[in-house]
């Protein structure tokens, strides 16, 4: 790696170890749902509309990259039809993931609003309290108890 490269990876794994956080542990232990899988493009028919871009998963962009490498039809996404699509594609995973975050938060207000707070936030139920249905008994890792409380 040159020193440019070095420096990039520095910062992406500073990025992951103070800013970024994966919602998908907490997803999996917040909610149980009737879907396929938790992964975005699963979830995020419960808060968004269908996607319309033609790259419509990794696996797709990755085809496409390939294509435009074995045949550029410019040289980046501003003059590039396949390069434009991925980035469209990539940050409309943006996005999704924001509007994610935004709808958990949300889910999270509205069952503090409505009284579900049975379970302290390291999924220990409080006293004199029932379960309540599809929540797990399992104890929650510290991650995403401490993600539940970011949300909150």
């Given amino acids: 790696l040159n020193s440019g490269q070095q420096a990039d ?10 800013f970024l956080v994966d919602l998908l542990p907490v997803l999996k232990q917040s909610l149980a749902l009737g879907l396929p899988g ?8 419960l808060y968004r509309a269908a996607r319309s871009s033609e790259v419509a998963a990794a696996l797709d962009s990755m085809v496409v990259y ?3 490498l074995s045949k550029p039809d410019g040289s980046d996404w501003h003059s590039s039809e396949k390069l434009r699509q991925i980035r469209d594609y990539n940050r409309d995973d943006c996005v999704s993931t924001w509007q994610l975050l935004t709808w958990l938060r949300k889910r999270c207000a509205r069952a503090k609003l409505a009284g579900d707070d049975k379970f302290d936030m390291d999924g220990q139920e409080r006293q004199g309290q029932s379960l309540p249905l599809a929540v797990s008994t399992s ?11 970011a949300l909150e």
């Fill in 66 to 68: 390939q294509s435009w």
């Fill in 9 to 18: 990876r520095q910062m992406v794994e500073e990025l992951l170890q103070h």
């Fill in 38 to 45: 938790y992964g975005l493009k699963n979830v995020e028919k």
């Fill in 139 to 149: 104890k929650p890792r510290s991650v995403a108890a401490e993600m539940m409380k």
